[in-house]
């Protein structure tokens, strides 16, 4: 599958909501056409998807002010919170991530125990396993600065296959993947064994990275229909 869906520009934004004063701490919300109350899907750098409340999460990166350790995950925690308060009403969040929002989703859920769900989408899930395998050019040792025997609190801080949580998960990731490997997600579900009752895995053959979030794929659509799978249970279970 091209990978010309990195180049198309988004829907706009219905509303941006700031959860900071830096350029890229804010929250993009898109609502449904619908005045049916929906549920909230937090999307941490991923995602265009229909008759779902969509609050796509922008946060400070490795290289800008503030960004990297710590304060790209005091911005998820920040965001997620600003998401929820914003969406104005009791619902828990559902949250998905792609590649790096994986991880961030992920580990977003082991900070706060109120979310719906996690959908991570090829997820950095293992950090120690990323920094081994040198993924996007050493990129777990620029967010963190630095290897594991050099920072090792800030891995077992950062990699949500070290803390437990009861916030359902799912990860979805595809066997073609050669940006992310699939083995990234096999040694966080192998972390997480204990956890089992409340965490899915779904294994696409020959999926690649970027086909996960492109809608004209078989795999994005597939995607698709279980984010909506798991608002509609989010919505039924708070009506």
Not at 84 to 108: E, M, R, T, Y
Not at 207 to 222: A, E, K, N, Q, V
Request: aromatic content about 6%; glycine content about 10%.
């Amino acid at each position: 599958m091209p990978h010309e869906i990195l180049s198309l520009p988004p829907p706009s934004a219905h509303l941006r909501v700031a959860y900071g004063k830096e350029r890229s701490q804010f929250v993009d919300f898109r609502f449904p056409a619908s005045n049916v109350a929906a549920a909230i899907v937090i999307m941490i750098h991923g995602g265009f998807w229909r008759q779902l409340t969509t609050a796509n999460v922008e946060y400070r990166r490795v290289g800008e002010p503030g960004g990297g350790w710590p304060g790209t995950f005091d911005d998820i925690q920040a965001a997620l919170h600003s998401a929820q308060k914003h969406h104005g009403n009791d619902k828990p969040a559902l949250v998905v991530g792609h590649s790096a929002g994986g991880h961030l989703g992920l580990w977003g859920a082991t900070r706060r125990q109120d979310l719906a769900a996690v959908i991570a989408l090829a997820p950095v899930a293992c950090l120690r396993t990323a920094w081994q395998q040198r993924l996007g050019d050493g990129a777990v040792a620029d967010l963190l600065g630095g290897p594991p025997d050099v920072v090792p609190d800030r891995y077992l801080f950062a990699c949500p296959s070290q803390h437990g949580t009861r916030v359902p998960r799912v990860l979805i990731h595809g066997t073609a993947d050669d940006i992310v490997p699939l083995n990234v997600s096999q040694d966080y579900l192998t972390a997480r064994s204990a956890e089992s009752d409340v965490v899915r895995f779904i294994e696409l053959p020959g999926t690649d990275h970027f086909d996960l979030i492109d809608l004209r794929s078989p795999s994005g659509r597939m995607v698709l229909a279980e984010i909506k799978k798991m608002a509609d249970a989010v919505r039924n279970t708070c009506n």
